[in-house]
């Protein structure tokens, strides 16, 4: 019998990639978008065979009505809290009342359950969302990827190919989770057809030390990059303290400068250990070198 998922988010970047990824697994997918959503992307999805329902999210009789039959629920929302927290809840309410047995939020991120509240805004939101998640009746499961592999492409500090540098916290053997987004994508989707997952699972397409990425980059752009210890953990803490309090601004943004380096302090304090990688054997990881070589590639 085909199973059928409901995807809210289904229009966004992992969103989009897990549509895929069910698609190609024989799903009956459905896809939840808005009013404004743009048109071009909500075409694309119904070319794919995707069912796309027009919702007001704030809409419980209108959710509980895309929600009726499905397997499970999986949220690839993207915002702050009035998302994160407020639509997540209502639509989580309406695969409740619809009787839905699964939901899984976004939470695609590093495992906040070993963080501190405060350490990162943006886990504190999926951190809030999961403990409400965690008294209602349906099973919740949150799938913790680390960061997207993608994001060592990007010149972030822990790997700037414009200064040929390797920027670390605290300890230059610490391995930082990796999970690109289409290996994401492929273990969210085999998760949400697996009536049987528990509660978290901890996923990695690769787990690297700044000390061995020195050499990966070295070989994969035949240039030297340099290690460079960037400070403790808590100094790495104490910045984000203090520039999260001189822009408040960044309150309003999903991403301002403080959140990004919350992340990084994130990356450098936990690790996701014991990974759960070996559940879906046809779920394929990709490698430090394929990531790096492709951005290589396309400059
Ligand atoms: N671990 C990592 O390194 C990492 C990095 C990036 C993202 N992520 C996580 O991946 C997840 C998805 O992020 P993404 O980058 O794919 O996001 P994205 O591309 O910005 O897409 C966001 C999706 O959410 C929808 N959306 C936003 N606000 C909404 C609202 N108020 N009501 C209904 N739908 C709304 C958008 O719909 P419209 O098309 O209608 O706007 C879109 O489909 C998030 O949990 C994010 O934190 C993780």
């Given amino acids: 019998m085909t199973t059928t998922i409901l995807v809210a988010g289904g229009t966004g970047n992992l969103g989009g990639r897990i549509i895929h990824a069910l698609l190609d697994r024989g799903a009956d997918v459905r896809a939840l978008v808005r009013s404004g959503t743009d048109r071009a992307k909500v075409e694309k999805l119904e070319q794919r065979g995707v069912k796309v329902f027009r919702v007001d ?38 695969a409740i009342a619809a009787g839905v047995p699964r939901f899984i939020p976004s939470d695609f991120s590093s495992d906040f359950t070993r963080l501190s509240v405060g350490d990162n805004r943006n886990f504190d939101l999926r951190r809030a969302f999961n403990e409400h998640l965690d008294k209602t009746s349906i099973a919740g499961t949150s799938i913790l990827n680390g960061a997207f592999g993608e994001v060592l492409t990007y010149n972030i500090p822990l790997l700037d190919f414009q200064q040929k540098r390797i920027g670390y916290w605290e300890d230059p053997d610490w391995r930082v989770d990796f999970t690109t987004m289409d290996d994401t994508a492929a273990f969210t989707a085999a998760a949400a057809l697996d009536a049987a997952t528990p509660r978290i699972l901890r996923i990695a397409s690769f787990q690297i030390s700044p000390k061995e990425l020195v050499t990966v980059a070295g070989e994969v752009t035949k240039e030297k990059f340099e290690l460079v210890r960037m400070g403790s953990r808590e100094e790495l803490a104490a910045h984000n303290r203090r520039d999260r309090a001189a822009h408040p601004e960044g309150e309003q943004e999903i991403y301002p400068g403080w959140q990004q380096t919350q992340y990084l302090h994130s990356m450098f304090s936990v690790q996701n250990e014991p990974l759960d990688n070996d559940r879906y054997p046809e779920v394929k990881w990709t490698s430090i070198r394929s990531v790096l070589a492709g951005a290589l590639r396309r400059g």
């Fill in 57 to 94: 999210m704030s809409d419980v009789p209108q959710l509980t009505r895309a929600c009726a039959g499905a397997s499970c629920v999986i949220s690839a929302l993207q915002g702050l809290h009035d998302v994160i927290v407020e639509t997540q809840s209502v639509l989580l309410g309406a």
